[in-house]
């Protein structure tokens, strides 16, 4: 069974700095992985935040450029990202999504079931 947990989210002050982990269990290979968040009642879609390969190359959305880091182990299968100089905009609920391939030869995406960001002072 593929399980993405999420963890590491909070309450911190603008300026501030959290990292988030997500940990995939259940599977033969995690590919792509991907962070995106969404603040529920704003009627936005979930904006993708940050994607890392296999390769751990490495993308970030223009609006965390410079304070934000996403990377992963190089053996294993958790992703982290590095949150510097959070701003209230940053609050959200943040998910991890990894596409993967399990341990029963199937593949496709899969997500966590997010983890709370407050910015606030």
């Known amino acids: 069974q593929v399980q993405l947990v999420e963890s590491g989210g909070g309450l911190v002050q603008p300026g501030g700095s959290l990292k988030l982990s997500c940990t995939v269990s259940g599977v033969f290979e995690a590919y792509d992985m991907y962070w995106y968040r969404q603040t529920p009642g704003t009627g936005r879609e979930r904006e993708l935040v940050?994607?890392?390969?296999?390769?751990?190359?490495?993308d970030v959305v223009d609006s965390v450029k410079g304070r934000f880091a996403v990377t992963r182990e190089q053996f294993g299968h958790t992703m982290y990202l590095q949150m510097n100089d959070l701003k209230p905009e940053d609050a959200s609920i943040y998910y991890c999504?990894?596409?993967?391939?399990?341990?029963?030869?199937?593949?496709?995406?899969?997500w966590g079931q997010g983890t709370q960001v407050t910015v606030s002072s």
């Open positions: 999504k990894a596409f993967v391939y399990t341990e029963l030869g199937t593949s496709g995406d899969y």
């Open positions: 940050a994607h890392i390969g296999r390769d751990r190359r490495t």
